[in-house]
Every structure is written in C-alpha cells, then in structure tokens.
C-alpha cells in the first residue's frame, strides 16, 4: 500500500569528471581549504561580492567540498574495490551495530562501514564545511541575482542539476539509515534548488512525496501532512497520497480533515476500493452507521469478490442488532472466501452470543420444567458455535481468542477431552 522511497540512483560516487587519479581523487582537501579562505574573503570585499562569477565559483566550490571525501564512493561498492580508491586503512574496527556485524575501515577523514564486504555507510571525521549544499545553493542565487546579462543561467542550470543529485544521494542514504531528520532536510532542499528561476517552475513531484514519508517516519506528521497535501495538489501518487494524508490527520487526531482528505480521494478516484474501504472503517469507528452502510454497498458494486466487506456489512448489521443480516453476510463472505477465518470466527461467535443470551433467560427461570427446555434449547445454541469455531481453528491454530472461546464452550457442554487438548494448546501459546 505504501509506496517505497525512490532509491534507484545511490550515484553519490565516481563521475566522469573525477577519475583522472584513481589513486587519490581529483579533490584535494587542503587546495579547497585554501579555496574556501579566498572565498569567503571575496564575497565581503566591495567589488567581488557583487560579481555574479564570485558566486558561481563559490556555488562550485561547496559542492566540491561536498565531495572531497566521498567522491570516489558509492554505497553498495564491493570493499576490494573501496580499497583501489582509498589504499589500506589507517585501521580496522570490528563491531556490532543493530544485531549486525560490521568491519569500520578507519581513514584519516572518514571511517568507511562495510557489512558482509559491502559499503553500508560512512562517516565523516574531518570536514571542511559541515553542510556545504545549503551554502552552494545559496552563492548560485546570488550569482542570478549579479547576472543582470542572464550568461549564466545554463552553466547554473546545469550545477543545480547536479546539486540535486548530491542532496538526493545525501537524502536516501539519511533515509535509509533512518535518520529521517537530516534526511528530510535534504528533500526540502532539492525542492528549494527547483524553486530558483533557472527552472521555471518546476516541481520534483517524487521528492515531495519522499519528504512527506520521511516527515512521517520522523514522527513529524504537521509537515508530513503538508508534504502529502502538496502531492495532491500535484496529482502525485493516486489514491495512496489520499490515504495517508488521512493517516496523518488521524495522527494529528484531526478527524475532520481525516474525512476531508478521504471525501476528496473519493472524489477523484471514486473506483478505488482502498478509499472506500477507508471510508466504511472511517464511519463505522466513528458510529456514523448509515454512511458505513452506504458506503459498504458502493464497495460490494466495486469489489464484490473482497470478503472483507460482507465481513464488514456483517459486523454492522450485529452491531445494530439484526442478527440475521449478519449471519447472512457472515456467510456470504465464506462464499467468496470459504478459507476466511474471520467469517467462521464471527458466525460461531454469534452463536455463542446467542447461547450467553439464552442461558441467562433461562437462569431467571423459577419452573424448572421450563428451566429444563430453557437450557436444552441453550445448549443447542452453543452446539451451533462447535462447527465454525473449530473450522476457523483449523485455518489459525494459534489464534488466542478462537482457543479461549472453544474452551469454554467444551467446558460448558461437559466435553472434557476436547477442551484439555484446547488448554494444552492454549497454556504452550502462553509459555511461548
């Protein structure tokens, strides 16, 4: 149901234009130390800070920095071949991480994290800038800004093309290691780059959509459901966006706009059985019992062949009280499904309602001839619950409730082998 992060291109690592010294790598730590120093001392002098090349070349510069340490690595890389790039480490770690075993291979400004002989991860000892896209980002709207002439704009267009990359590439990795937090700061700022005027408007409709799952993974659903109402707004994702927008409102503990945001799914996608469905559960959680019904009968035209809407219809029809009704979709759900344990589960447990009723009738009974008839019929009741309680058994042995139910039952109708193999059962499932 819920769609996978978009985690095709890990190209973080070797472009064509840095291999021209596979040894070492085409960037050099301490010249961009140097380039950074110059830099930063241009963009405050009186005339480069207003030359639009200052910024590009600072904009290029960042994005080099990005890269010095990792720009020969790809996660995913065989170690053998980390090692033709990166020499032998300074040191070798051995370590458990998260129930796994990891080998940590020490260099002077990163430590490259390998498991089963395959690049996981890495971290960054030494840097020369802690965030340095932000910054680049920054430089090449201030050289938009000084290009009055607009000479620039390909050259811009065609770094940002590539800043994207190193965000995404820093994105997934934050997301795949379930550092949501940075990872949704890298989403934001992918988007950000596509908002400067080099391209016209464009929207990375995956990238919003990824930003709202790792906003949502982040426990942070106010911005989550942001994201996801901005990939409605794009017509991104179908009725899954519409979903779990609705997820985030319920966890916002909105209802309100849980209901909004299932009412607009509908009526964009009035085929689809997933919003149905979360309509019916919608109505009947929250005791609107003629929309669940209403919309209970739009999901059998659509999907007639789902058990689990005459399972529901079910349920709603004993919950307002017509128990006939009930066992009739009960058994119309077994039709579509004979294997369907729910179904089986539900008639026998209306049956042995029934027999609860019934007994207590009888119990309030002084005659005890009619006492007698009273129990007898009881008992006949119960007897009715037997079959699909143990056929509904048979399809989830390890069901507790279906356990507990069949033993009182046996108990009750005196059945005294039956329910010792029952609490055999039953004691095991609880000393598991």
């Known amino acids: 149901m819920k769609r996978l992060i978009i985690a095709a291109l890990l190209t973080i690592g070797i472009s064509s234009a840095y291999t021209q010294d596979i040894a070492t790598g085409a960037l050099n730590y301490t010249t961009l ?12 002098d009186g005339k480069d800070k207003l030359k639009a090349g200052t910024w590009f070349d600072r904009g290029e510069l960042f994005q080099d920095i990005h890269n010095v340490n990792i720009e020969l690595l790809r996660l995913g890389m065989e170690k053998t071949e980390a090692k033709l790039y990166m020499r032998e ?18 260099y002077d400004r990163i430590t490259l994290i390998y498991e089963n002989g395959v690049l996981r991860d890495w971290n960054e000892t030494q840097v020369i800038h802690p965030d340095p896209l932000p910054e680049a980002l920054a430089a090449y709207v201030k050289a938009l800004k000084f290009d009055e002439k607009n000479k620039l704009d390909k050259k811009v267009r065609e770094n940002l093309d590539r800043l994207k990359i190193q965000a995404e590439g820093d994105a997934i990795r934050h997301f795949t290691h379930e550092d949501y937090d940075n990872a949704i700061e ?15 408007g464009m929207i990375d409709s995956v990238i919003v959509y990824n930003a709202a799952l790792a906003a949502k993974k982040a426990g942070n659903h106010e911005k989550s459901a942001q994201f996801f ?6 017509d991104y994702g179908g009725d899954d966006t519409y979903y779990m927008l609705k997820n985030e409102y319920i966890s916002l503990e909105d209802s309100a706009k849980a209901l909004d945001a299932l009412e607009r799914g509908y009526t964009k996608y009035p085929d689809s ?72 589960f539900n008639i026998g447990a209306l049956h042995f309602n029934n027999a609860v009723e019934m007994y207590e ?63 055999t059962k039953l004691d095991n499932l609880q000393n598991e």
């Open 33 to 44: 130390e140097k380039k950074l120093k110059k830099s930063n001392a241009a963009i405050v």
């Open 89 to 106: 480490p300074n040191e070798v770690k051995t370590l458990e991480e998260g129930g796994k075993m990891t080998e940590q291979h020490v």
């Open 186 to 200: 890298k989403f934001e700022l992918i988007l950000a780059v596509s908002e400067t005027d080099v391209y016209e």
């Open 229 to 234: 109402e901005k990939s409605v707004e794009i």
């Open 273 to 344: 059985t997933l919003i149905i469905f979360e309509l019916v559960n919608y109505h009947l959680t929250s005791g609107n019992n003629e929309e669940g019904m209403r919309y209970l009968e739009i999901a059998e035209e659509k999907a007639g062949d789902n058990p689990s809407i005459y399972f529901a219809k079910g349920t709603l029809f004993e919950k307002l009280g017509n128990k006939e009704n009930a066992m009739e979709s009960y058994r119309q759900a077994l039709e579509v499904d004979p294997e369907f344990f729910n179904g089986w």
């Open 361 to 423: 009738q009888a119990n309030a009974l002084e005659d005890l001839d009619e006492y007698n008839k009273a129990k007898t019929l009881a008992d006949e009741e119960l007897r009715k619950a037997l079959q699909p309680l143990e056929k509904a058994h048979q399809i989830k042995p390890e069901d507790k409730d279906c356990l507990t139910t069949l033993s009182t039952i046996y108990y009750r109708l005196q059945m005294t082998e039956e329910r010792d193999a029952v609490q």
